[in-house]
């Protein structure tokens, strides 16, 4: 069955320093997304990506935050200087239309970033 | 405003036994989807049921059905024949609004499914 790949599984920077979190989205999926879970919170969302561009951002989506799908595989969350309170479960996700037409949304197994 | 509510914050049931997790929540769109996520230990999130508003039959999947009313604007969990794989959270989400791509989770209930 096909599934959201992201990279790296886990990792631990700096404050200050740039992140790079990586996912593959299902190859036939038109939405991507990526949403954050703060240790024992809910999940949120942060932002959508459709046709090339940015359809939809939360608050906590702001200017440190950016993405990208270099090729026609990758989607990438850049936080541009992490701060402590970055720390969480990234989640990269993806669906083949929109989730508010019924399509379900695919989770990937998540990136967990620990800012120190 | 769109709101989820789970009003419990853990429970606990015996293998085998049925178990139903409540979810409520709000919003000022009559034509919706609701889905069910479960995240187990591995903190990935799974799809569990998805139900159609404006379908009244309740949805069912296998071990898994929902008890949906609209009116009250309640969409519940039932668990039946509970194993111990089932333990994990339980997040119950939707669509904020018509056209939106991104769910909207509530806090989830952390279900524990223990041995005879």
């Known amino acids: 069955e096909p599934e959201v790949t992201q990279t790296p599984s886990h990792q631990v920077t700096q404050m200050g320093q740039e992140v790079i979190l990586r996912c593959v989205p299902i190859?036939?999926?038109?939405?991507f997304y990526w949403y954050r879970q703060i240790l024992g919170q809910k999940v949120e969302f942060l932002v959508s990506?459709?046709?090339?561009?940015?359809?939809?951002k939360s608050e906590i989506f702001d200017d440190q935050f950016s993405v990208e799908r270099p090729d026609g595989s990758n989607f990438t969350l850049k936080i541009r200087s992490t701060k402590l309170e970055d720390s969480a479960m990234y989640f990269c996700?993806?669906?083949?239309?929109?989730?508010?037409?019924?399509?379900?949304?695919?989770f990937g197994e998540g990136s967990w970033l620990t800012v120190v | 405003a769109q709101t989820v509510t789970q009003s419990q914050p853990e429970m606990s049931v015996q293998e085998a036994e049925t178990v139903t997790l409540s979810c409520t929540y709000d919003?000022?769109?009559?034509?919706?989807?609701l889905f069910w996520y479960k995240q187990p230990p591995s903190r990935q999130m799974i799809l569990v049921i998805r139900?159609?508003?404006?379908?009244?039959q309740n949805a069912t999947e296998n071990r898994f059905s929902v008890n949906f009313q609209k009116a009250a604007k309640s969409f519940s969990l039932k668990i039946s024949d509970s194993q111990l794989g089932d333990t994990a959270m339980y997040f119950c989400a939707l669509p904020i609004i018509t056209g939106a791509n991104n769910l909207f989770f509530g806090t989830g209930t952390r279900l524990t499914v223990y041995s005879l």
């Open positions: 190859s036939n999926h038109l939405y």
């Open positions: 919003t000022s769109e009559n034509n919706y989807y």
């Open positions: 139900q159609e508003a404006y379908k009244q």
């Open positions: 990506f459709y046709n090339n561009e940015i359809s939809e």
């Open positions: 996700a993806s669906s083949i239309l929109s989730a508010s037409s019924g399509n379900t949304i695919y």
